[in-house]
């Protein structure tokens, strides 16, 4: 199952000045070339006890500060973070044999910037969401089925509105790597470290593969 990668190459000459100029870079190429849902990544949290856990979610949005996503503050995730606000992402491009990893410590989002993630989501997912106790166990799939169709009799038509325990998450890198696949494991993987002694400057490091 073992396949080898192109010899294009990744070098610090073709770096953008900032992490967040050359994710922009890469995440414009995955979306022109169609990747399906280019914007999920992989969010690895660790419990009190430094058990690891990881999921596949979709980020809603990023800037200079951060990555953002959107979740139930009931869910495991929420819990890890709220006793280890720290997590890790991955946007596996495997198409382009590239992948982003990034870590760093984690806040909630305010709710006016939590309402602009739940205010697009088409009603049926709001409804999922709203009655989804997300990562406790259910009996089966009739019951959710049940809570979605009695909150929907339940509510007017419409968007419903954001629950208290519904809301968004920003990562705040401190490393971003940037990994392109190389011909025989020969790997490039730059990344942007945050230098707190510069006074929150960065540097550029080039890992081996």
Known sequence: MRRDYDDSGFGEEGLAATWVEQF????????????????????????ADGMPDARVVLMKGYDVDGFVFGTNYASAKAAQLAVNPRAALVFPWHAQQRQVRVAGAVERIGPTASDLLWDPRPRGSQLAAAASIQSTVVESRELLRTRVTELDAQTPPGQLPRPENWGGYRVLPERVEFWQGGHDRLHDRLVFVRDDE??????VQRLAP
Request: glycine content about 10%; cysteine-free; overall charge negative.
């Open 24 to 47: 922009d870079r890469w995440f414009a190429d995955a979306v022109a070339a169609e990747l399906p849902e280019p914007n999920a990544m992989v969010v690895a949290t660790a419990d």
């Open 198 to 203: 510069e006074g929150g400057g960065w540097v």
